[in-house]
């Protein structure tokens, strides 16, 4: 299970930062906040998990490391 350091969860908001980590760092540069209502959180959810499986159907499986 991966941690999930840059989403933070609240009763009414989710909280995605995202950013730029390199190897030869441990320190992530963050550029772009999204703060979004629990809905269309899940909303995001579903539509990237519709479109991986779309991805994967015409590509074949993505691996994970």
């Known amino acids: 299970e991966h941690p999930d350091p840059n989403i933070e969860k609240y009763p009414a ?3 995605l930062d995202f ?3 390199y190897s030869s760092s441990e320190e992530r540069q963050m550029h772009t906040r999204i703060v979004t209502s ?5 909303a995001l959810f579903r539509l990237l998990e519709k ?3 779309r991805y994967e159907g015409v590509y074949g499986e993505i691996c994970e490391r």
């Open 13 to 15: 908001e989710f909280i």
């Open 19 to 21: 950013g730029q980590a």
């Open 38 to 42: 629990p809905l269309y959180a899940k």
């Open 51 to 53: 479109s991986v499986e």
